[in-house]
């Protein structure tokens, strides 16, 4: 937390009980004040539940915009407010605020908690749920920046009503967003026009810190009302309207559409989708009141229960109410916190809405506890308190820094998740089930995979040790070749090592059966794909995605003469694969040539132009290329394929190596990626991250021989 005053302790008396609040009370300037008077504000103390109607806001302490390109010119010069007739600092952008707004009473949280008693904010941190639920409004305050706000407010306020008359007329599926018949009628002369447009509006989002901030979610899911303010002038954006447009643009085929922009690779793609999920996740129904009535949401609704039953064993309300915690803990993970413990604490208010009537309250905020102790204790609680150890899918290491700073099996929730667990295919296949389908699941019957083939009336073998953990499993395979990670595929020659180590095993993937080429498909999307496991046929996609990305890398990538002959020379990985696999799917080198020579002819002007990779992919016929695009890239980001030594094929992390190991743990529905800790004790084992073992995900691995290696180990 980081709003700073001189003197601030002295404007603090100690709140009368852990429900109390200080308000700030709006002043006037005065007769004698002049335009650069400094706001006038006075604490008051109140009880939550009996005090008058007051604003909350919702902002972000340091600067509203985190680059250079924006219309806010920011300067050395100090701001100051007077509280309780004393000077005070404060950030230019509370100051902005404060000299804008005209509310009587106020509550902001750098004024009205006495942050530097860390027993004080504590307290007020785990009454801040209760506090933005019970404000008559909320204002999400996005500083006076006003980069991309014409054309942010001309999508809302002409384009999405003109949008909203035509749904039923229009075939979003199959119209580009590039060629609407009604562009002209708004004012939108030319494509290169109204691509500025949808970059400005992201670019909207991402220059605002405030859309990033962790605070946010618990702030708009509990407010009973909220507007967004902009700009010196104070411009308010409907919240309606913003939500519309995002869930019309990430629920259709404009998202694809719009990747290819040149945005940002390091922000979360979909803030606003991140302030509903929070919303859906509560479903609660408020009265004309300052009181909630919880009717269908949280972890004791009818879909969440049978979900957190089927996907975590949780057979009990206080097993359900710590798989929500993780739920909202990793919702929030690809947002932002000035302090890393505030990637827990800052959802705290929101879980605890749903806090079962027997249950103590187990997550409270204590800031005198540092990060890397605050991360363990929360991961001990959900690890002791659900009966499968789903947790350990959120760990997604292997790196030497990142053990020195947590043990392996505790997920880094500071960072953003580098990809999606496997269980979240899991929760879609769910949601993707009718009403009647959910009822009729029985017990471990609705999860994707179930490697160890655990039960929900089944706890298995879990042991906290000072910072280890203790559980039981049994190696079953050692890796023996890593390809480089996936997310270079698109990269020269990037995907040639995930060919060569499909090449490298045998023509029939014993494991199932099929010709290793559909091994590999299916291993690079987890062999799940349109709510279907095993995922439908996508050969074709699949082969179409293929010849794609390599007449890119020879049209567009090979201005290096050494990368052009490089990946000329290791094509041959191609015709290997095409000459003896059981049913040949892929291309042979020639006939990539053949492609890309006649590719070459109609392309050669674009060739000249020297375009980004943004503009030059979308350049390249796909056939059905897009289909298998579309899933892999959700899978396979921050994995890599690896064969084992028995010949089998796997994806797992990216920064996984040769001499890893596959573990199967007992408590848990996916194989691990394990690696020796080089410890003494020969049962340290390093946690690197879950695994998909192509024909080993239902049991396969349960051999009579394997338990009888199955032993206790240590997570270290």
Not at 115 to 134: C, F, H, K, T
Request: aromatic share 10%.
């Amino acid at each position: 937390m980081e709003e700073v005053s001189d003197r601030r302790n002295s404007i603090y008396e100690q709140l009368p009980s852990p429900t109390h609040i200080r308000l700030l009370r709006r002043l006037s300037k005065g007769e004698e004040a002049t335009a650069n008077s400094p706001p006038r504000v006075y604490l008051e103390t109140y009880d939550l539940q009996t005090s008058p109607d007051f604003t909350a806001l919702s902002y972000t302490w340091g600067s509203c915009v985190d680059d250079s390109d924006s219309t806010s010119q920011h300067s050395s010069e100090v701001f100051q407010i007077e509280c309780n007739g004393q000077l005070h600092v404060v950030t230019e952008n509370l100051f902005h605020f404060l000299d804008s707004c005209g509310q009587d009473f106020l509550w902001v949280d750098a004024l009205c908690i006495n942050q530097e008693n860390l027993d004080e904010r504590a307290q007020q941190v785990s009454l801040m749920g209760q506090i933005y639920a019970s404000a008559n409004i909320v204002i999400m305050w996005l500083g006076k920046d006003t980069s991309d706000l014409e054309e942010f407010v001309f999508l809302h306020e002409r384009f999405l009503p003109e949008l909203d008359k035509r749904l039923r007329d229009i075939d979003f599926s199959a119209r580009s967003i590039w060629d609407l018949p009604f562009l002209q009628e708004i004012g939108i002369e030319s494509t290169a026009r109204w691509r500025e447009y949808w970059a400005a509006y992201h670019k909207f989002y991402q220059r605002r810190r405030f859309f990033y901030r962790a605070w946010i979610v618990q702030e708009f899911a509990l407010s009973r009302k909220q507007v967004f303010a902009c700009g010196p002038s104070f411009a308010l954006l409907h919240v309606n309207l913003m939500n519309r447009l995002s869930t019309y643009l990430y629920m259709g085929i404009w998202h694809e559409e719009l990747q290819y922009l040149d945005l940002s690779p390091n922000k979360a793609e979909n803030p606003m989708g991140i302030m509903l999920s929070a919303r859906e996740y509560l479903f609660t129904e408020r009265m004309d009141s300052r009181e909630f009535q919880v009717t269908e949401g949280g972890p004791e609704g009818a879909f969440q229960k049978r979900a957190y039953e089927s996907m975590f064993g949780a057979t009990t309300p206080e097993a359900r109410w710590f798989c929500f915690l993780l739920r909202l803990i990793q919702l929030i993970r690809q947002l932002e916190a000035t302090d890393a413990r505030d990637k827990i604490y800052s959802i705290v208010g929101l879980a605890n809405l749903h806090l079962p009537e027997d249950l103590p309250q187990p997550i409270i905020p204590n800031y005198r506890l540092p990060m890397r102790e605050t991360y363990i204790s929360v991961s001990a609680q959900i690890i002791r308190s659900i009966p499968y150890l789903g947790i350990l899918s959120l760990v997604h290491g292997g790196s030497e820094q990142r053990t020195s700073i947590l043990p392996s099996w505790v997920p880094d929730y500071s960072s953003p998740p580098a990809c999606e667990p496997l269980d979240s295919m899991g929760i879609e296949r769910l949601i993707s089930l009718s009403t009647n389908q959910i009822e009729e699941l029985h017990q471990g019957s609705g999860v994707l995979y179930n490697a160890s083939l655990v039960r929900p009336s089944e706890s298995a073998f879990r042991e906290i040790q000072g910072n280890n953990l203790l559980i039981k499993g049994a190696r079953f395979a050692r890796v023996e070749e890593v390809s480089t990670s996936f997310d270079f595929v698109f990269l020269p020659l990037g995907l040639i090592p995930i060919l060569k180590v499909c090449s490298n095993i045998s023509t029939k993937y014993e494991a199932t059966g099929q010709g290793r080429v559909e091994a590999l498909w299916r291993t690079l999307i987890a062999d799940y794909h349109d709510d279907q496991h095993p995922a439908p046929d996508m050969t074709e996609s699949f082969r179409d995605y293929i010849m794609w990305i390599l007449c890119h890398y020879l049209i567009f990538d090979t201005s290096d003469p050494k990368v052009a002959r490089e990946t000329i020379r290791q094509l041959h990985v191609l015709d290997e694969l095409q000459e003896n696999d059981l049913s040949p799917v892929l291309f042979g080198s020639s006939e990539i040539f053949q492609r890309v020579a006649a590719l070459r002819i109609e392309l050669q002007h674009e060739m000249s132009e020297r375009l980004g990779r943004r503009e030059t992919f979308p350049l390249i016929p796909r056939g059905t290329a897009d289909q298998f695009d579309h899933v892999v890239g959700r899978r396979m980001t921050s994995r890599c394929i690896y064969r084992t030594t028995e010949g089998y094929l796997g994806a797992g992390p990216a920064l996984m190596r040769e001499g890893d190991e596959v573990w199967l743990i007992e408590g848990a529905l996916v194989p691990f990626i394990m690696r020796p800790a080089g410890d003494t004790d020969e049962r340290a084992l390093t946690l690197v991250g879950e695994t998909y073992l192509h024909g080993f995900m239902h049991g396969e691995m349960l051999t009579e021989e394997l338990g009888e290696r199955a032993r206790k180990i240590c997570i270290v």
